[in-house]
């Protein structure tokens, strides 16, 4: 039997790689279809939450100074995922940066002037102006524009299959089901991080500590089906953007203002008031990515990031105010931490701490001695009241395990062989060229390049 | 009798200070205007802060659209909206004499009485000074004409007792305002920051949401709102500029009014006129039509009553040009004088006050900025 098609493309998410897939598609003249699961007010996905893209430059581009070039930039991503990354897909992703910004622009994003932010990454990375909001908000108005046929509150329940091929969706709205059929399918709907059930059972119960700093409508329904499909998997469930938070932000959602920047400045202790990580191995901006899962794997899933006075004024403010008191012991019981084996802590780190010259924009000779572990640099006592405390958590931005890809964004099968019509973009297929760790903006150009790629491909299988 | 509910200026600041510290821990919106950059100059935001970022902000709405903890988030992040409520309540804190800040707190009053008494001002001192039949009559224009019913001398007296009255209400204000931030008045004339603001306001640069525009009458940016402004602005600088031509002309040239079409003063007036219809009736439109979450909704009798202030000086002032030879001419004539006594009586306690209070933040922000920015380390 078959069936009307509802649209030649049918684009499953409303983020940054589904939106790039829609107006690819919908410029090369066939009809889009674009299905979002959530509300106008929360649409983007975690594009709402990000502010730039990673974009490799030979030399000075508007929003960019210097040069960033190819070699430097892939040797940047090995090195954050210790090697788990495919170089084809990934050197595709980075060189496709380059033809990026023009097209963004004339899609109605705008960037951030370098040298004015604050953020001092203009060299690798371009700002769009008022961050990744404003850049879905651009590209929904060019869809609409161009006459892309969108629904909001819109979820995805089931796909489906004809042989190798993705005939069309299930979708649920308001209560009620229907089907919708297109040509070719690009499931663009991101990762699992606000699948409560799927994380505990990736991690088990320590999984319930965790706090989803991006999007609440990310559950993974599409990635599911499309495993349970036969699709291949890349990276595994545990991988992900793991930040380390504060304990006092929201379940979801909370977005960049949770994040606590003092650790370089201070120390951080666990539940039981002890250290347990180097805080002066690398800058900030640097280590961010992995203080998320170091605590995710201390007891309670809880850090306590402790400065003194010196460090105020000298790392971004947070959004919650820190605890404060003017003993280590009061501090302590503020935290709910034991009095005692914090001002022990403390006592054993300001006693290995070497003399120095305090320099907190480089790599200063302020360490520790005969300290496990050592703090490395920025090293100084903590012995000047007030103190103050931020409670950590590990924040999940999203999630890596994703579907394989080739470098046409088909979608592949187990049997190694690409499904007829499927073409996924985004996190759901980011797994591919970042298997672990995590480099500032790499998501958007992964996102950006693949979502180009899949409208392409989507809208040169629908004329077929 | 009825109280209304009504934040105290503490209460909103207080709600100001919340929003300010959500939006430096976050900074997405850095490269919009003015506001950004001063925010992230500060750790904590005295409510002197609040009072002076809140005049720096223009209004044009493109953080709140940008904005990932707009309602309906948890967060509740309004940034725009909640400077405009602590604005309007600036306006109404710093007035002077304070007690006539008061005439704030229902402004649409305020301007309906303000035109009552400059209309009865003007028709009580026409009445004294003539008898009905000349008020009633045509006057050629080579008898001097406006001068016929009411002379040039109880004008510049009228009008330059009121405007002493509001430059020295505005420098109070300023001066309240001013005060308090800590400014040395070395750092005011040194580098020119009063030319910086200068160009800012003329040029209306932080209408233009960091280059896309304004969110005013639709969903995406445009610069209407911005012309709108520009038409307004410049039309009553023309008025302005005519009236000051024509001054040269009545004391250094002996050349009293009425002035033929095709004059000076005449042109600058007409071409005013027009920018002072279209651009208060647009903006009028504008509002009307604007998201109302930009904004502050207690201000509308505020906003209103200015524009419909305007709008009727110039076009009483059009058609007093029109129908100056005719019998209509007394009445236009005391209309267009009492409006205009009316906008100026209103100046230190209406809208008009925007001016003084953005100019002034404008001032202190290119001040600032000349200072080295905090040095918090990097993303």
């Known amino acids: 039997m078959t ?14 790689a589904a939106l790039c897939a829609a107006l690819t598609a919908r410029r090369a003249g066939v009809s889009v279809m674009l299905i979002e699961s959530a509300p106008i007010a929360y649409r ?96 929904f108005r060019a869809a609409e524009s161009l006459g892309v046929d969108i629904h909001y509150e819109t979820e995805v329940v089931d796909l489906l299959w004809e042989g190798n091929a993705c005939v069309g969706v299930v979708v649920a709205k308001g209560g009620s089901q229907r089907e919708i059929r297109a040509k070719s399918v690009v499931p663009a709907t991101g990762g699992f991080e606000s699948n409560l059930e799927w994380l505990r059972e990736a991690w088990g119960p320590v999984a319930d500590n965790f706090l989803i700093r991006g999007t609440p409508y990310n559950r993974g329904v599409v990635l599911k089906r499309l495993l349970e499909a036969g699709a291949e998997q ?48 690398d800058f900030w901006p640097k280590r961010y990515a992995i203080w998320g899962r170091l605590i995710a794997n201390q007891t309670g899933q809880v850090g306590y990031s402790i400065i003194d006075s010196k460090a105020i004024g000298r790392f971004m403010p947070p959004v919650y105010p820190p605890e404060k008191a003017h003993t280590l012991a009061e501090l302590a019981v503020k935290l709910g931490l034991d009095a005692a084996a914090l001002e022990r802590t403390v006592a054993g780190f300001n006693a290995a701490v070497r003399p120095g010259t305090f320099d907190h924009t480089v790599f200063d000779d302020c360490r520790t001695e005969g300290l496990d572990p050592p703090k490395t640099h920025w090293a100084r006592a903590i012995d000047t009241p007030p103190f103050y405390g931020y409670p950590l958590r590990p924040g999940l931005t999203f999630t890596y395990l994703g579907v394989k890809v080739d470098e046409r964004a088909r979608l592949i099968m187990k049997d190694g062989k690409p499904a007829a019509n499927v073409f996924p973009a985004g996190e759901i297929m980011a797994g ?33 | ?55 720096l902000c223009h209004n044009c709405g493109a953080c709140l659209h940008a904005c990932q903890y707009a309602p309906p988030h948890e967060f509740q992040l309004n940034f725009p909206g909640t400077l405009a409520r602590v604005r309007a309540r600036t306006y109404e804190h710093y007035a002077w004499p304070a007690p006539l800040g008061r005439l704030y707190r229902q402004n649409g009053v305020t301007v309906a009485l303000a035109l009552v008494v400059g209309l009865a001002l003007i028709l009580g001192v026409m009445g004294w000074q003539n008898s009905p039949g000349a008020f009633f009559a045509a ?17 510049v007296a009228l009008f330059g007792t009121v405007s002493v009255f509001v430059l020295l209400a505005f420098l109070m204000s300023f001066l309240g305002f001013w005060r308090g931030l800590g400014e040395r008045p070395a750092d005011v004339i040194q580098g020119g920051p009063v030319a910086h603001a200068a160009h800012d306001a003329f040029t209306l640069k932080y209408l233009d949401g960091g280059g896309e525009g304004c969110y005013s009458e639709g969903a995406a940016p445009s610069n209407m709102r911005r012309l709108l402004h520009h038409l307004t602005f410049y039309g009553f600088l023309l008025c302005f500029a005519a009236t000051s031509v024509a001054t040269v002309y009545h004391y250094a040239l002996a050349r009293p009014a009425p002035y033929p079409f095709l004059s000076v003063p005449v042109l600058l007036g007409t071409l005013g006129g027009i920018g002072l219809i279209i651009g208060p009736v647009g903006l009028m439109w504008l509002r009307r039509n604007r998201n109302p979450d930009l904004g502050d909704a207690s201000q509308r009798s505020m906003d209103v009553g200015f524009l419909a202030l305007l709008l009727l000086t110039s076009a009483s002032g059009l058609a007093l040009l029109g129908l100056r030879e005719s019998a209509a001419m007394g009445g236009l004539l005391a209309l267009h004088l009492g409006t205009v006594m009316a906008l100026f009586l209103t100046m230190p306690y ?24 905090l040095s918090t380390g990097a993303e």
């Not at chain 1, 960049?256 to 202790?269: E, K, S």
């Not at chain 1, 760790?437 to 180009?452: E, K, P, S, W």
């Not at chain 2, 006057?139 to 406006?146: A, V």
């Open chain 1, 234 to 281: 890349v990276s595994d469930p545990t991988q992900g953007h793991y930040v380390a938070i504060d304990a006092r932000a929201p379940k979801f959602d909370g977005g960049i203002v949770t994040r606590v920047d003092a650790v370089t400045l201070g120390i951080v202790v666990n539940a039981r008031g002890e250290r347990f990580y180097d805080e002066g191995e």
């Open chain 1, 44 to 139: 983007g996905g975690n594009s709402r939450h990000t502010r730039n893209m990673r974009t490799m430059h030979e030399g000075p581009l508007p929003p960019l100074t210097d040069a960033y070039p190819e070699e430097e930039y892939w040797q940047d991503l090995l090195k954050v995922t210790g090697g788990l990354t495919q170089e084809p897909l990934a050197r595709m992703a980075i060189r496709g940066t380059v033809s990026h910004v023009p097209w963004m622009i004339e899609n109605g994003v705008r960037f951030q002037a370098p040298l004015t932010g604050t953020l001092h990454l203009s060299r690798t990375n371009a700002f769009f102006l008022g961050g990744g909001k404003a850049l879905v908000n651009a590209y």
């Open chain 1, 3 to 16: 069936h009307r098609n509802d649209c030649d493309v049918l684009i499953l998410g409303g983020g940054n």
């Open chain 1, 432 to 464: 591919n060229i970042l298997g672990k760790g995590y480099l500032a903006g790499i998501g958007m150009a992964i996102g950006t390049t693949f979502g180009r790629i899949a409208g392409e491909e989507a809208a040169r299988h629908a004329r077929c």
């Open chain 2, 350 to 373: 209406g809208k008009f006050a925007h001016a003084l209070y953005r100019m002034a933040a404008l001032v202190r922000y290119h001040v600032e900025r000349r200072r080295p920015a």
């Open chain 2, 1 to 55: 009798m009825r109280v209304a509910e009504r934040p105290s200026l503490e209460e909103l600041v207080a709600e100001a200070q919340r929003v300010l510290a959500i939006c430096n821990a976050c900074r997405y919106c850095e490269g919009y205007c003015a506001v950004f950059p001063a925010l992230q100059r500060r750790l904590e935001f005295t409510d002197r802060d609040v009072h002076y970022l809140a005049n």
């Open chain 2, 139 to 155: 006057h050629p224009l080579e008898k001097g004409s406006f001068y016929a019913v009411m002379s040039h001398g109880t004008m």
